[in-house]
């Protein structure tokens, strides 16, 4: 027996709630977006807590002017999320590359997982080899250190929620833009929605990346499908956050 097979892999696909936490907001859409449509169309709730506002990632600055860049993300956002089935938005409103605190962040995290009470997460490889942008970094680690702390009467957050809170169990917790994807989800028949979806972030898109992303997201897609029954897949590190977050070698590898 290895010692991965010890634990089972916490199943995305039979969760209830499924809380998606990213910097920014069109990330989710761009790492899972198939995935998301999939499992709206099983029923599954599914949530976005969008980390910063966005607002340096505009492509034409001058046409819109600051003020009106954090609405106008979170309006191309809901436009997005309503073509794949996001049921709910929450946002944090950290400047985008900007000096907002991980510790900060996480606390702010957890607020939202007492409030929101997902039995699945989904969040950002922090420990995806060669990714320079911190505000991904300090994203997925907020959420991982999260995810071992929720339960922690010692952690506060807002007294209204924790007073409120009982202690529950979160099953999994899925990395997108991974580099060590352990699930492979088929998304055949949900590509469509998925690139529907990315074009309304219409601020982020000018010339020809809208096409370059799409161009490579297939072949991406086709290659982590290569040994599945699909054509398409998108690809995550999937673990039990009760045993695999802390100190524990072998998630790496699990
Ligand atoms: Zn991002």
New binding site residues.
Partial sequence: MNISDLLQKPDIESCQRLLCI???P??MDISAGGTIARLAEKGIEIIYLTMTDDTAGFMEVEKIKSQRRLNHRKEEQENAGRVLGVKEYHWLDYPDAGDWSQYEARNAIIRAIRQIRPDFVMT?DPWLPYEA?Q??IKCGMAVGEALILYNHPMVKTEESVDNLFEPYQIDGVAFSFTARPNMIIGVDGYREKKFRAIAEHKSQFHGDNFEILKVYDELRSKNLAKDQNFEFGEGFKILNPNYMLHAVPEAVDY
């Fill in positions: 990213q910097p920014h069109d990330d950002v942008h505000d991904h």
